[in-house]
């Protein structure tokens, strides 16, 4: 057995028992993503593209926080790098390549995650806002999503609180936590 699947078996079978210790049981103690600690250097390619996820934003209370989400739309499990790049788009759904971007490793470095059909990895998104008026505030009104170790990239909307479409965005720069198999600390 490799050293890979050994880990990986190893980190699924230390979940598992702290799901059974927690006292969830029957169906939620089943394992539907796999993650342990990695190094930037050793997170895989993956045999997944980025057209095989649904990948969105979801404002939050604060501002500047937006939670991403990250859906497995395809019928197999999906390898996946630490990050999700987003680059800003206009109204036209043109990029802005100007608004500076950074992948940050919050909560944490970057994991390999395995992401089963249906499941969803997280990442939190912290906003560096601006005021319409100053030449080095941008206004966005989506994002394109380009996954790391993946081809391809897919259009990630911006949901506001109640749901609806959030069409702009003041933005002078972007940092993009790290994907996580749970919602739960990602927020920056």
């Known amino acids: 057995m490799s050293k890979r699947l050994r880990t990986i078996g190893a980190a699924t079978a230390l979940l598992g028992g702290t799901l059974l210790i927690t006292g969830?049981?029957?169906?939620?103690?089943?394992?539907?993503?796999?993650?342990h600690g990695a190094s930037a250097s050793d997170v895989s390619a993956s045999n997944c593209s980025a057209t095989d996820f649904e990948i969105k934003l979801q404002a939050q209370p604060d501002p500047s926080q937006y939670l991403l989400t990250m859906t497995n739309t395809s019928d197999e499990a999906c390898e996946l790098g630490?990050?999700?790049?987003?680059?800003?788009?206009?109204m036209a759904d043109e990029p802005i390549e100007e608004v500076p971007s950074s992948n940050v490793e919050k909560p944490g470095g970057p994991a390999d995650i395995t992401l089963e059909p249906g499941r969803t990895a997280f990442a939190g998104v912290h906003a560096d806002l601006g005021d319409k008026g100053d030449p080095n505030t941008y206004v966005t009104s989506?994002?394109?999503?380009?996954?790391?170790?993946?081809s391809g990239s897919v259009n990630a909307p911006v949901n506001g609180l109640n749901n609806e479409p959030v069409t702009e965005i003041p933005l002078k720069g972007l940092q993009v936590g790290t994907l996580q198999p749970s919602a739960q600390g990602v927020l920056f």
């Open 24 to 35: 969830c049981g029957g169906a939620a103690a089943t394992q539907a993503v796999t993650a």
């Open 82 to 90: 630490g990050w999700v790049n987003l680059t800003p788009t206009n």
């Open 142 to 150: 989506g994002f394109v999503a380009t996954p790391a170790d993946m």
